[in-house]
């Protein structure tokens, strides 16, 4: 059974401080994805790595992968309030599934003044 | 239009009732999902439709039986609830399988609050 750990779990930052969440999967993919959800709202997508050593940039946000260490980062640069909201990665292709994502369990980023 | 539409966006409903939750997609995709999740939890997947097709199903009980009138449309009904299914229905769709060679970059609808009194 495919696991998706994240760590850490509750990260609380100021702002302009620099932080990295950590995403470890169990069995060997090619593709992670990073979504954000705001509270009550519904979930955005990120970004999509698609192999080893992608790397993909958004603003104050950079996520990368490396399917051989089985681990993903999404690191935040000079952290604002607005990037505050739980991040989840996501895994696909567990047992040959076509079209399932296991979900780590999500990091709830509070940005403070 | 790339946006996944979901109705009602809040419902209270009785155990005893039925009620039906919508979504739509007009992205051309033809994998479509149904997740819940509760509060401070991940989205569990529910179902899968793929090419109108169910896929998936994750065990879920039977008081929550899907529909897919057509590659656009997704629906959910639901009869005789329980209080513990009360939480955030997302529908999902993404454009193909990994099996096809894509990804399946998942874009969410806005949701469902469900609340079974």
């Known amino acids: 059974e495919l696991k998706v750990e994240q760590n850490p779990l509750f990260l609380s930052m100021q702002e302009g401080k620099n932080y990295t969440i950590y995403c470890n999967y169990s069995?060997?993919?090619?593709?992670l994805y990073w979504y954000r959800q705001d509270p009550g709202k519904s979930l955005e997508s990120l970004f999509v790595?698609?192999?080893?050593?992608a790397v993909k940039q958004e603003g104050r946000l950079m996520a990368s992968l490396d399917t051989k260490a089985r681990l993903s980062t999404l690191h935040i640069t000079a952290a604002v309030h607005d990037l505050s909201a739980t991040y989840f990665c996501?895994?696909?292709?567990?047992?040959?599934?076509?079209?399932?994502?296991?979900f780590g369990k999500g990091t709830l980023l509070t940005v403070n003044p | 239009d790339t946006e996944v539409t979901q109705t009602p966006k809040h419902l209270v409903m009785g155990m005893t009732n039925k009620k039906s939750l919508k979504c739509e997609q007009h992205?051309?995709?033809?994998?479509m999902y149904w997740y819940k999740q509760k509060a401070k939890k991940p989205p569990e997947l529910m179902f899968v439709?793929?090419?109108?097709?169910?896929?998936i199903n994750e065990s879920v009980p039977s008081r929550f039986s899907p529909e897919c009138p057509n590659s656009s449309l997704l629906n959910l009904h639901l009869h005789a609830l329980q209080p513990e299914d009360s939480a955030l229905y997302l529908c999902?769709?993404?454009?193909?399988?990994?099996?096809?060679?894509?990804?399946?970059?998942?874009?969410f609808g806005p949701g469902t609050r469900l609340t079974v009194l």
């Open positions: 999902a769709s993404s454009q193909e399988g990994v099996l096809a060679g894509g990804t399946i970059e998942q874009f």
């Open positions: 069995t060997t993919s090619d593709r």
């Open positions: 790595l698609l192999s080893n050593g």
């Open positions: 996501a895994v696909d292709g567990s047992g040959g599934s076509n079209y399932k994502l296991t």
């Open positions: 992205m051309g995709h033809r994998a």
């Open positions: 439709y793929s090419y109108e097709k169910l896929s």
